[in-house]
C-alpha cells in the first residue's frame, strides 16, 4: 500500500520493502515519516544510518528536536547486537527548514559522521550502591527505539541501540526481549504517570531495563520498549520528551498483559497538552501508563500520545490527544495507547476516522483489546491530521550523542564547553567508585578532581621501614642508628640532587632536628658524621659546620635551663671551635 | 598465682567435670533453618545485661533473657538482601551510650543498627571479603574491629563511619582472619587470629590520634586519612593449624585452634617488633572440636568459659583454677547439630548456645545465684 495513511507521501523504496518485510501497511518508520512529513519536518533527516530513524522537528520553543527511534527491522533478529563503530558511515542530508525559523542551521552534507560518538551513559552502573549524582537526569535521548509489534508475539525484541548496555529488561516476555539502551539507568523517571509530569522535561528515563514504576507492570509488559514517560493531564510545558527507554517497563499502573507493546507507548499526553513541546517518545513496548493499558498495549509503537482533544497545538509528534491523556488516566485512553503505535496523538476529534483504526474509540478504553486496536499495531492512523500540527524541527545533532546531559537540555548542541566537559566525565558520573587501598566510596568530588593516587607516599610507614631496617645492623649503636634514621628519612623527603644542595640540606637538616640532636650523644652523631662523611667529601665546608653549629647552639639556649646546658654550650662551642680550626686549614 | 614454673609442659585440663556448678536447661529458641553463627550478651550497658543478639542466615535478633527461664523477643531484623549470611555479631555504643548492634557477614558489610530507633546508623563499607568477626572496645565502646577474609584488621568508629586505621601488609595475615580480640586493659592493644595459623599482636599507640580524630571527623568518611599498619608487634606460632578463635585473659591469651583444645599461653613480646617466643601454660581440650569456627565465650570476669562442640555438647571451664579444672558438661539428647558459639552473662549464670540448626539453647545454673544473671 502506498498510501497507508492519509495524507501521507508514498512510499519510498524503502519504506515498501519494510511494507514487504512486515507486511504492514504501516511501518513506524513510515508512520514517523508521516509524521515528518511536509509539516515543518520536510528537513528530517533521512536516517540513513541501518538502524535508526531520526526525525526532527522543532519544538514549541523553537527548540530543535529530534526523535531517534529503531527502524523495526533492526529487531527482526532478535537481540541487536552491534557496534555502533563498525557501522558504515553515513552521508547525511540535511535539509532544514530550520533556517527559517531562525534556527541554528545544521551541518549540511555532512559526510561520515558517526552517530552516538558517546555513549556516556553506556558504563554499567552498580545500583546498589547508586549516589545521587549517578543517576541523573541523564535524560537519554537516546535512541528510542520504537519497534512496533502488533502483537507482542511479533515484536522481536527492543534493543536499545545503546551499546554496551546490558538489558536489564524487566521481563521479557515471549518473543520480546528487550535490551535496554540504556544501560544502567534506572528511570528516574518521576513515574512518568499520571499528573506528575508538570515541571518541564519530566524526561522520562530511557533507561533501559528499569522496571517500569509502575505499579504494576506485569505480564507481558515485557516493553522492552522503551516507555516513554506518560505524561501527566497537566504537562503544560512538557519539553522533553521520555526516552526511548527500551525495555522500560511502563509504568503504567498496570501496564499487564501484552503491554509489551514494543510499541513505544509513549505517553500520554495529558490532556491539556496544549503545549506539549515534545513528545514522548517512542516507547517500545511502554506500556501505557494508562490504567489498564494492557494486552494491546502493545500496539505496538508508538503510541504516541493518545488523541487529544484539541491538538491544537501539537508540536511534537506524539500528542498526547488533547484532553486525553495518553495513558489515560482516563478509560478511553487505553486502548489508544495501544493504538498502534503512532498514535501520535493528537487524533482529534476530527481525526477520528483515522483514529479509529488503531485506537479504540475515544472513550472506549484501549483495553479494548478490540480488534481494532491489536494488531496494527502500526497505528497508521494516527497519523490524523493533527500530525500536521506538528512542527518538527530538531536540531539534528550530527555527531553528538544524543544523550542530553543535562535535564531539559534542549537539542541545541553546539561546542558548549561545559557540555563537552560534562560529556567527558560522564563515564565518571555513571557509577560507584571506591578508593582502591581503602575500599571506602568515593564521592562524587573526589572522583572528578583528577587527583592522582599513584603517587602516594606512606611517610609513616617508610620512616618505620627504614628504622628497622637500620635496626637489622648489629654493629651501629643505638643513638648511630637513630642518627641515620633520621638522616636517611629526610634525605629520602628533600631532592638533593646535586653537591651544592647539601649545605642546604644540612642547616635544614639541624634546624629541624634540633631538638633531637641537642642531646650530647646526637651532637656527636651529627659532628662525626659531617666531618668524617660530608666534609671529608668537600660536600659541605666549615661554613656551613658553622653555622650548623650555631643552630645548634640557639636551640640549646632555649631550652629550659639544663643543669648541663652550660657545660653543653660550651663543648659545643669547644668542638666548634676545633672543627673550625680543622678545616680553617683544609677547606 | 599459678605454680608453673616456665618451661615446662603444659597442664592439660582432665575432662572429669566438677559440677561444682551445674546448669539445666531452660529454654530453647528455634530461629529458623539457616544456621546461627553468632551469639553475645551486651556487657557495655548495665541496662541490658540482660540481652543478647543472635546472628545468623541474613536476620539479626534481639532478645531479652527472662529471670523466669523465658526468653523474649525485642527486635527482629533482616537485610534486605537474602543472601546474605550474618557471621558475626556485637554490641556497641554511640557517643551518648546509645546502644548499637554491630553485624557482618558474608557480603563483606557491616551493618551498626541503633537498637533504640530500630534504624541502620551507619553502613561500614570497605571490607574486600566476608567478616568473620566483629569486637568491640572495653572502653571506648564506639571503635569496633572488624576481621575478615580479605586478610585484614579494621577499626572502625561506628559513631561515624569511618573506617581508621586497616591492619594488613607485610607483616598482617596471610589468610583469613578469623577473630580478634581487644586487650582488657590496654586501649591500644589487641590481637588477632587466623588461617595462616599465626596470632598477632598489634598496637595502634602510634595512630591513636587518628582514632581520636575520627571521633569528630565531619567530612566524608572516605576523605578521612585512614592509615595502615603493616607491622604487629608481635607474632606467635603456637597452633599449627587454622585458628579461630582468641581473647584475652589479662595478659595472656586463651587460644584455640581445630585440634581439640584451648590453649592458655603468654606472649612474650620483646622491644622489636617481629617473631617472639612463647608459653603454653595451660590446655583446655574439648573433644569432637575440629571444625573451624567454633568459637568459645566466657563471663564478663573471666572466671568461666563455655565452649560447644560439633555434637551439641558444652564444656565449661573453670579459668581461674589451675590445673584446668571443668566443671560441667552441658548436653542435651535433642541438641545434636555444630554449636558455633556460646555466650555466657555476666556472671556466668546463663549459657546460651548458638546451633547450626537454628537453634538458640539457653541453660541456666541451679544454685541460686542472688544477683540476676
Known sequence: MATGMIGTRPLTKEESELELLYGKPVTVYHILQSFSRDRGVKHHLKASHDLFDFNFRLSENGHPNFDVSVKPDAFKNGLLNFDLEEHPRVNYKYRSKSRKRGQRVGRKERKSCKIFDKYADV???????????????????????????????????????????????????????????????????????????SSALPRTQPEIGQCSKGPHVNGGNVSSALPRTHFSENINDIQTITQPEIGQCSKGPHVNGDNVSSALARTQLPENSSDIPTITQLEIGQCSKGPHVNGDNISTSLTRTPLSRKTTQIQTRTQPKRGQS??????????????????????????????????????????????????????????????????????????????????????????????????????????????????QPMTLEEVLSEADSDNERDEVFQDLQERLRLNQLVDATDEQKRFMSLWN??????????????????????????????????????????????CSYRLISAETMDKCSIILQNAKDKEPAEEDADAARAANLAAAAAALKFYGNGA | MWKIALGNEAIVGSLTPSNKKSYKLTNRIQEGKKPLYSVAFNFIDPRFFNCFVSAGGNGINLYNCLEDGG?????????????????????????????????????????????TDKLIHKTLVGHGDSVNEIRTH???????????????????????????????????????????????????????????????????????????????????????????????????????????????????????SVENEILLWEPQMNDSPGEGTSDVLLRYPIPNCNLWFIKFSC???????????????????????????????????????????????????????????????????????????
Open chain 2, 71 to 115: 526468653i523474649s523477643l525485642l527486635h527482629s531484623y533482616a537485610d534486605e538482601d537474602k543472601d546474605e549470611s550474618f557471621y558475626t555479631v556485637s554490641w556497641a555504643c554511640g557517643v551518648e551510650r546509645n546502644p548499637f548492634v554491630a553485624a557482618g557477614g558474608v557480603k563483606g558489610i557491616i551493618r551498626v543498627i541503633d537498637v
Open chain 1, 123 to 197: 558504563v554499567p552502573r552498580d545500583e546498589t550502591n547508586e549516589l545521587p549524582h549517578v543517576n541523573g537526569n541523564n535524560i537519554s535521548s537516546a535512541l528510542t527505539s520504537t519497534h512496533l509489534s502488533e502483537n507482542s508475539n511479533d515484536i522481536p525484541t527492543i534493543t536499545q541501540p545503546e551499546i554496551g548496555q546490558c538489558s536489564k529488561g524487566t521481563h521479557v516476555n515471549g518473543a520480546l526481549a528487550r535490551t535496554q539502551p540504556e544501560i544502567g539507568q534506572c528511570s528516574k523517571g518521576p513515574h512518568v504517570n499520571g499528573g506528575n509530569v
Open chain 1, 489 to 534: 628519612n629526610f634525605m629520602r623527603n628533600q631532592t638533593v640532587v646535586g653537591d651544592k644542595h647539601v649545605p642546604l640540606a644540612c642547616e635544614k637538616f639541624v634546624k629541624l632536628h634540633a631538638k633531637e640532636l641537642i642531646k650530647i650523644e646526637m651532637i656527636w652523631q651529627w659532628k662525626t658524621f659531617a666531618l668524617y662523611k660530608l
Open chain 2, 138 to 256: 572495653p572502653a571506648k565502646p564506639q571503635l569496633v574491629l572488624s576481621a575478615s577474609k580479605d586478610e585484614s584488621v579494621r577499626l572502625w568508629n561506628v559513631e561515624t563511619g569511618i573506617c581508621v586505621l586497616i591492619f594488613a601488609g607485610t607483616e598482617g595475615h596471610r589468610y583469613e582472619v578469623v577473630s580478634v580480640d581487644f586487650h582488657p586493659h590496654d586501649e591500644c592493644c589487641f590481637v588477632s587470629c587466623g588461617m595462616d595459623t599465626t596470632i598477632k599482636i598489634w598496637s595502634m599507640k602510634e595512630f591513636w590520634t587518628y582514632v581520636e580524630k575520627s571521633f569528630t571527623w565531619n567530612e566524608a568518611p572516605s576523605n578521612f586519612p585512614t592509615k595502615f599498619l603493616q607491622f604487629p608487634v608481635h607474632t606467635a606460632s603456637v597452633h599449627t593449624n587454622y585458628v579461630d578463635c582468641n581473647r584475652w585473659f589479662g595478659d595472656f591469651i586463651l587460644s584455640k
Open chain 2, 299 to 373: 563471663d564478663l570476669s573471666l572466671n568461666y568459659l563455655s565452649i560447644g562442640n560439633q555434637k551439641g555438647k558444652i564444656y565449661v571451664w573453670d579459668l581461674q583454677s589451675c590445673p584446668p579444672v571443668l566443671v560441667t558438661i552441658l548436653s542435651h539428647n535433642e541438641s545434636k547439630s555444630v554449636i558455633r558459639q556460646t555466650a555466657m552473662s555476666v556472671h556466668g549464670n546463663t549459657i546460651l548456645a548458638a546451633s547450626e540448626d537454628g537453634t538458640i539453647w539457653r541453660w541456666d545454673s541451679v544454685t541460686k545465684v542472688a544477683e540476676s544473671l
Open chain 1, 326 to 439: 495518553s495513558n489515560t488516566k482516563g478509560p478511553d485512553e487505553n486502548g489508544d495507547n495501544i493504538s498502534s503505535s503512532l498514535t501520535r496523538t493528537p487524533l482529534s476529534k476530527k481525526t477520528t476516522l483515522i483514529k479509529t483504526r488503531f485506537q479504540p474509540k475515544r472513550g472506549q478504553s484501549s483495553k479494548a483489546k478490540g480488534p481494532d486496536v491489536n494488531g496494527t499495531s502500526l497505528a497508521r492512523t494516527r497519523l490524523t491530521r493533527k500530525a500536521s500540527h506538528i512542527q518538527t524541527v530538531t536540531q539534528p545533532e550530527i555527531g553528538q550523542s544524543s544523550k542530553a546531559k543535562r535535564p531539559g537540555a534542549t537539542r541545541r548542541k553546539g561546542f558548549h564547553p561545559q557540555r563537552i566537559e560534562d560529556e567527558g566525565t560522564d563515564l565518571l558520573r555513571s557509577r560507584q567508585f571506591y578508593h582502591s587501598r581503602t575500599l
